[in-house]
C-alpha cells in the first residue's frame, strides 16, 4: 500500500527550491535524468564530487537554451578529464541520432528520495517557467524508480 504521506507535488514558477533543496542533502548519491543541464547548476552540483558524493547523469546532446552560457556538457567533460578514473562523476551523453531526445526529468537522491516531472536541471525550469514536481520518499517507489534508471543507464550508449 501506498503511504501518500510520503509524497508532495509543487506546481509554479520557482520549483527549483525544492529539487535543490533535496539535491543538497544528498550524502551518496544523485541520480540525474534531464534532456537539458545548466552549466550554472552543474557549478553548484559538481563541487560535491571532491566531498565523495557520487553523481550520475544521463542527459541528450542538445543545447540548454541559455544564451551566452558555456554549455553543461563542457564542464563535465573538464571535470572528467581533471578526475580521471578517480571520478565520482558518471557521465552519459545521448546522441540524437540514436534517441531523439531523453526527454523524462529525473532526480534520485541516496535512495532516499525521488523527483519526477517536467522540470529540466536549467535555470529556466528552476526559477522562470511553470513546472511540476512530485517528489516521493516512499521507499518502495523510489525503488521502482530507480530500477527503471539503472536498467536504462545500462542498456544505453553514450558517446564522447
Known amino acids: 500500500m501506498i503511504d501518500m504521506n510520503k509524497f508532495e507535488t509543487h506546481m509554479g514558477q520557482g520549483i527549483g527550491k525544492y529539487i535543490k533543496n533535496e539535491i543538497s542533502n544528498a550524502t551518496n548519491y544523485v541520480k540525474i535524468c534531464t534532456p537539458n543541464i545548466s552549466h550554472s547548476l552543474c557549478e553548484e552540483l559538481f ?92 521507499v518502495n517507489v523510489i525503488k521502482m524508480i530507480e530500477d527503471d534508471y539503472d536498467k536504462f543507464w545500462n542498456e544505453i550508449d553514450s558517446y564522447p
Open 47 to 138: 563541487p560535491k564530487l571532491d566531498k565523495g558524493l557520487r553523481i550520475k547523469i544521463i542527459t541528450s546532446d542538445v543545447i540548454t537554451g541559455e544564451k551566452d552560457s558555456p554549455q553543461a556538457k563542457s564542464l563535465a567533460k573538464k571535470i572528467i578529464k581533471e578526475k580521471k578514473n578517480d571520478s565520482n562523476l558518471e557521465y552519459k551523453t545521448i546522441s540524437t541520432f540514436d534517441i531523439p531526445m531523453i526527454h523524462a526529468k529525473i532526480f534520485i537522491i541516496d535512495n532516499k528520495c525521488a523527483i519526477i516531472g517536467s522540470a529540466n536541471f536549467t535555470e529556466n525550469s528552476f526559477q522562470n517557467f511553470v513546472e511540476f514536481i512530485l517528489i516521493t520518499r516512499d
